[in-house]
């Protein structure tokens, strides 16, 4: 397909709800050294785009703008330093900024081929997340074959992809959610339970379930609001991962002394501020032990609704309403 002159792009009209989306249309992002441009057949749609759009998490400096972490399409233009790849490639691809459009510029480091057996749909749901649960779950979270594993928020894309994830390496899955249908999900994929917060406490859930021992790793995006519960759910030597903080940055009245008597690690990460260095370590990593698992079938992304790029704002009221499982994607007809 000819690489036209213009092409159409999402931009937030001032910080606020899903009515500040707009759709404009604009000339072609440039690459720059060590970039690819691609033509965008569907990008994700994910919390940190909503968080961008409420004014509470702006691009790094230096980014675009435009929303949009995630991409999937093919290689319309290659850049000085670019190797691997040629023109026409089906690529998914993580991006700092600047997905929700037909066009978007990518690091070459961040650039993955296309699983085979998905389409550029599906592959675009995978950048984003299988980056995240990686990164923080199996390399900072060292989860070990045969160790007990509990995320928070199991419905979610970062959730089906972390319980799948964790799974095939081996762990005991847990998983919360906010209702039975969504346990429901959370087991389908593979957790061994599924625990609804509405109606239970998990930490107590999570004693009973391990016979007391707890869990040696937890991905938790919900923050203040789940500390104390997620000390008390810690086995000796348990590591906590936060990666979001959806109730709250800032805990009070929390009892230290778990932490140092079963040896506790409280870590966390952000994605998006890293140096493309390191984002490019995590796709080889991606490339060489979880790319095998996508193609063979044993993970798979999870795809719930679909929404023509100039519905953007209706993808956002979607995500903002929680009744999702699995990505809510956008698709640009390319």
């Given at each position: 397909?000819?690489?036209?002159?213009?092409?159409?792009?999402?931009?937030?009209?001032?910080?606020?709800?899903?009515?500040?989306?707009?759709?404009?249309?604009?000339?072609?992002?440039?690459?720059?050294?060590?970039?690819?441009?691609?033509?965008?057949?569907a990008a994700g749609v994910n919390r940190p785009?909503?968080?961008?759009?409420?004014?509470?998490?702006?691009?790094?400096?230096?980014?675009?703008?435009?929303?949009?972490?995630?991409?999937?399409?093919?290689?319309?233009?290659?850049?000085?330093?670019?190797?691997?790849?040629?023109?026409?490639?089906?690529?998914?691809?993580?991006?700092?900024?600047?997905?929700?459009?037909?066009?978007?510029?990518?690091?070459?480091?961040?650039?993955?081929?296309?699983?085979?057996?998905?389409?550029?749909?599906?592959?675009?749901?995978?950048?984003?997340?299988?980056?995240?649960?990686?990164?923080?779950?199996?390399?900072?979270?060292?989860?070990?074959?045969?160790?007990?594993?509990?995320?928070?928020?199991?419905?979610?894309?970062?959730?089906?992809?972390?319980?799948?994830?964790?799974?095939?390496?081996?762990?005991?899955?847990?998983?919360?959610?906010?209702?039975?249908?969504?346990?429901?999900?959370?087991?389908?994929?593979?957790?061994?339970?599924?625990?609804?917060?509405?109606?239970?406490?998990?930490?107590?859930?999570?004693?009973?379930?391990?016979?007391?021992?707890?869990?040696?790793?937890?991905?938790?995006?919900?923050?203040?609001?789940?500390?104390?519960?997620?000390?008390?759910?810690?086995?000796?030597?348990?590591?906590?991962?936060?990666?979001?903080?959806?109730?709250?940055?800032?805990?009070?009245?929390?009892?230290?002394?778990?932490?140092?008597?079963?040896?506790?690690?409280?870590?966390?990460?952000?994605?998006?501020?890293?140096?493309?260095?390191?984002?490019?370590?995590?796709?080889?990593?991606?490339?060489?032990?979880?790319?095998?698992?996508?193609?063979?079938?044993?993970?798979?992304?999870?795809?719930?609704?679909?929404?023509?790029?100039?519905?953007?704002?209706?993808?956002?009221?979607?995500?903002?309403?929680?009744?999702?499982?699995?990505?809510?994607?956008?698709?640009?007809?390319?």
């Open positions: 397909m000819p690489v036209p002159d213009t092409m159409r792009q999402i931009r937030f009209e001032g910080s606020g709800g899903p009515e500040v989306i707009s759709v404009e249309t604009v000339g072609l992002p440039q690459p720059g050294r060590g970039q690819v441009l691609i033509d965008v057949a785009d909503v968080m961008q759009r409420q004014g509470l998490y702006p691009p790094p400096k230096g980014a675009t703008e435009i929303p949009g972490l995630e991409v999937a399409g093919r290689i319309a233009a290659l850049s000085e330093g670019v190797s691997g790849f040629s023109i026409g490639d089906e690529v998914c691809a993580l991006v700092i900024s600047g997905g929700y459009a037909e066009f978007a510029v990518a690091e070459v480091g961040q650039v993955l081929l296309k699983p085979a057996s998905l389409s550029l749909i599906e592959a675009a749901a995978l950048p984003e997340t299988v980056f995240t649960v990686y990164s923080t779950v199996i390399q900072r979270g060292r989860l070990q074959r045969g160790e007990r594993f509990l995320v928070h928020g199991g419905s979610s894309g970062i959730g089906s992809t972390a319980i799948q994830i964790a799974k095939r390496h081996g762990a005991i899955v847990y998983a919360t959610a906010g209702s039975d249908e969504k346990c429901r999900f959370c087991e389908e994929l593979g957790a061994d339970a599924a625990i609804n917060y509405r109606e239970a406490d998990f930490a107590e859930e999570i004693k009973r379930l391990t016979e007391g021992r707890g869990v040696d790793v937890i991905l938790d995006m919900v923050g203040a609001a789940y500390l104390a519960k997620n000390i008390a759910s810690m086995a000796v030597e348990g590591r906590l991962v936060q990666i979001a903080f959806m109730k709250g940055y800032k805990a009070e009245s929390v009892n230290l002394t778990p932490i140092m008597l079963k040896r506790l690690t409280i870590t966390g990460a952000t994605l998006r501020a890293q140096p493309k260095e390191n984002k490019a370590a995590i796709a080889d990593a991606l490339r060489s032990n979880v790319w095998p698992l996508i193609e063979a079938g044993k993970i798979r992304p999870i795809i719930h609704e679909t929404f023509p790029l100039e519905e953007a704002a209706k993808a956002h009221a979607l995500m903002e309403s929680s009744a999702h499982l699995g990505k809510i994607m956008l698709t640009t007809g390319r």
